[in-house]
């Protein structure tokens, strides 16, 4: 069975900075991906970053420069490190594995498996 779970989230203010954690179990970090995706409340879930089983990561434009995606093989975990929040990052933060051997892993609509979300909320 594969399980992937977050943690990390919670409240802070506008320029701090958050460190999300997905545990994964039960899933071969080989040609594949993880992802952190973002769901806002009355926004469609999209991508934030991925970083694919070749190192290759990929970050959505209103990240760059403040957010960085790392994993941990040894610990079967993958990071996502939040710096200078906005307001807008606010968001429920779930984390996904692909299986697939995939260029892009932009499109949630390519992974197989998803935690149950940790929630982000940035005050102004």
């Known amino acids: 069975e594969v399980k992937l779970v977050e943690s990390g989230g919670g409240l802070v203010q506008a320029g701090g900075s958050l460190r999300l954690s997905c545990a994964f179990s039960g899933f071969t970090f080989y040609d594949s991906a993880l992802g952190w995706f973002r769901q806002a409340p009355g926004k469609e879930r999209e991508v934030v970053s991925y970083?694919?089983?070749?190192?290759?990561?990929y970050y959505r434009d209103s990240v760059k420069g403040r957010f960085t995606i790392s994993t941990d093989n040894a610990k079967n975990s993958v990071y996502l490190q939040m710096n200078s929040l906005k307001p807008e990052d606010t968001a429920i933060y779930y984390c996904a594995g692909s299986v697939k051997a995939l260029r892009d892993y932009s499109d949630s609509r390519d992974y197989d498996y998803w935690g149950q979300g940790t929630e982000v909320t940035v005050s102004s």
């Open positions: 970083i694919s089983s070749l190192s290759h990561t």
